[in-house]
């Protein structure tokens, strides 16, 4: 995702000081989350690899882990 994907937000974005993407993607069954800095007005952008808590619905400093998806739910 990009800052041009969100359409109409033109006033938002122009107004705000920092715009974060949160996506995520499914490799070789493990769910890798994503949170994208594109827009700071005050600091550096660029993206970087975060670990998601469902249950609390956190993002946290990535950590690597070993465990897929199929394992966890099994």
């Given at each position: 995702?990009?800052?041009?994907?969100?359409?109409?937000?033109?006033a938002l974005e122009q107004l705000s000081?920092?715009?974060?993407?949160?996506?995520?993607?499914?490799?070789?069954?493990?769910?890798?989350?994503?949170?994208?800095?594109?827009?700071?007005?005050?600091?550096?952008?660029?993206?970087?690899?975060?670990?998601?808590?469902?249950?609390?619905?956190?993002?946290?400093?990535?950590?690597?882990?070993?465990?897929?998806?199929?394992?966890?739910?099994?």
């Amino acid at each position: 995702p990009d800052i041009i994907d969100l359409k109409g937000t033109g006033a938002l974005e122009q107004l705000s000081h920092v715009v974060i993407l949160i996506y995520r993607t499914l490799e070789n069954g493990v769910m890798k989350c994503f949170a994208k800095i594109a827009k700071n007005r005050n600091g550096e952008t660029g993206e970087r690899q975060v670990n998601f808590e469902g249950s609390m619905f956190k993002f946290t400093e990535y950590e690597e882990k070993s465990e897929r998806m199929e394992d966890r739910y099994s």
